[in-house]
């Protein structure tokens, strides 16, 4: 029997006074088409059609990464998996078959990416939460890599750009080095460095203030843009890692810096990531203060979420701690 799902903001922009999705997370995250937060079918692994419908689509989809991950279609006004040989137009990851708190991931992946958005401007790819039949919850989001056309952008993540691999580097292939090598990279390649290294810095303090510890080499990439030129891909895969596995501040095995210049407090260390990647200390200090003085609309937004109130105070308590440690 479908499980009832209590809607108490929208479940694309958390806003409150919705029962399903906005007009605003309509028109960005569905074109617009009135797309029903509850999906025509079950979850994964809930019975044996659904188990057979999930299997048919991973044999035909490959996309990256430790967590599951569907590809979708949405056609009309429905979203559905999509077909063999058919370009998906968002992806669907439901609740992970590993982790602690796994049933809490895809609230805990939505809220992240609303927060950067939201309260941090951070470009994100977007994204809401929607539910099986069973009610069971999935994060969806768009898929940034196509043109409005639907033709493929080009886009490559960082572990590629700095030629990792598994067969060359071992299985931690993605998680070598530090952050400072990205900045390096983004100058030898972009002409546009100065506003790009904005961009990652901003990013790589939200990683820390919210636990994200497996901001790894593949989640972040260039993008090729209309102009075809190559600028940082919307930011994708933001969540609170600490409240699933008791993983490091940072996910890069030397953090942010080169061994040799990684001293000091975590503040520091990121003043000293500004200097070296060449961005002007009073950019660099304004970014800090913007990112610490944020905490009213990070707690209501929070209190939007669909986090189970448990999961609602230890990210609160985790974000306050870091917040404590930076400022």
């Known amino acids: 029997m479908p499980s009832v799902v209590h809607i108490h903001s929208c479940p694309g ?7 399903t999705y906005s007009s605003t997370a309509l028109k960005r995250v569905f074109n617009r088409k009135k797309v029903n937060h509850i999906l025509d079918y079950y979850s994964p692994g809930s019975n044996p059609d659904a188990m057979r419908m999930f299997d048919e689509n991973r044999k035909n989809i490959s996309i990256s990464g430790v967590q599951e991950k569907f590809s979708v279609v949405l056609d009309k006004n429905k979203i559905r998996l999509a077909r063999e040989d ?57 898929r940034f890599d196509r043109d409005k056309r639907g033709a493929k952008l080009a886009q490559e993540d960082f572990a590629s750009l700095t030629n990792r691999t598994p067969q ?18 983004l100058k ?38 209309s102009m075809g030129d190559l600028s940082l891909s919307p930011s994708y895969d933001l969540l609170n890692s600490r409240i699933h596995i008791d993983d490091k501040d940072f996910a890069l095995e030397n953090g942010l810096l080169p061994k040799k210049i990684n001293h000091g407090k975590v503040k520091e260390k990121f003043s000293i990531l500004a200097y070296e990647a060449e961005i002007k200390p009073n950019l660099a200090e304004g970014i800090m203060e913007f990112m610490l003085g944020q905490t ?32």
């Open 168 to 185: 060359k580097d071992g299985d931690q292939y993605k998680y070598l080095g530090n952050y400072l090598e990205l900045f390096k990279y």
């Open 13 to 19: 922009t958390l806003a409150k006074g919705f029962d």
């Open 188 to 225: 030898d390649h972009l002409p546009i460095y100065q506003i790009e290294a904005l961009k990652l810095y901003r990013v790589l303090i939200f990683n820390y203030l919210f636990s994200n510890g497996d901001a790894h080499l593949k989640n972040f990439s260039l993008l090729e843009t």
């Open 86 to 142: 058919e370009r998906g137009t968002h992806i669907l990851k439901p609740i992970p078959q590993i982790g602690l708190k796994r049933e809490q991931m895809p609230a805990n992946e939505h809220l992240t990416m609303q927060i950067a958005r939201q309260v941090y401007k951070i470009d994100t790819a977007e994204n809401a939460l929607i539910f099986f039949k069973d009610g069971s919850p999935a994060y969806i989001t768009k």
């Open 296 to 327: 009213e609309k990070v707690k209501t937004l929070i209190g939007l979420s669909y986090l189970e109130d448990k999961t609602k105070r230890t990210y609160l308590q985790q974000y306050q701690r870091r917040l404590n440690r930076l400022g």
